[in-house]
């Protein structure tokens, strides 16, 4: 079983930074995404940033430039940088992690616990 804590939210001012954690306990056969995603109370929830096994990554239009998403295969981490804040940027942040935890089963999304980020202006 698969579980993802995430860490690193909380308030910040306008401009300011926040790095947001994101570790698995447990072990992937094959990890084939990590991302971040977040939501706004009635809102669906929406990709912020994301990476595939081969590393290759994408970002919303709204944050490129600003974030940053990294991992660290040792420690089954993966990050979120985030620069520049907005209060637009408000909102509840969820890790995610799709894959498979061995060779016969199915690939599943697994997700953290979320965390808020609030940037005030």
């Known amino acids: 079983q698969v579980q993802l804590v995430e860490s690193g939210g909380g308030w910040v001012q306008a401009g300011g930074s926040l790095r947001l954690s994101c570790a698995a306990s447990?072990?992937?056969?094959?990890?084939?995404?990590m991302g971040w995603f977040r939501q706004l109370p009635g809102k669906q929830r929406e990709l912020v940033a994301g990476m595939i096994s081969g590393g290759s990554t994408n970002y919303a239009d709204s944050v490129k430039g600003r974030f940053t998403i990294s991992r660290d295969n040792a420690k089954n981490t993966v990050y979120l940088q985030m620069n520049s804040l907005k209060p637009e940027d408000t909102a509840v942040y969820y890790c995610n992690y799709r894959g498979r935890i061995a060779f016969y089963s199915a690939e599943l999304d697994y997700w953290g616990q979320g965390t808020q980020v609030t940037v005030s202006s």
């Open positions: 447990g072990s992937f056969f094959r990890l084939n995404f």
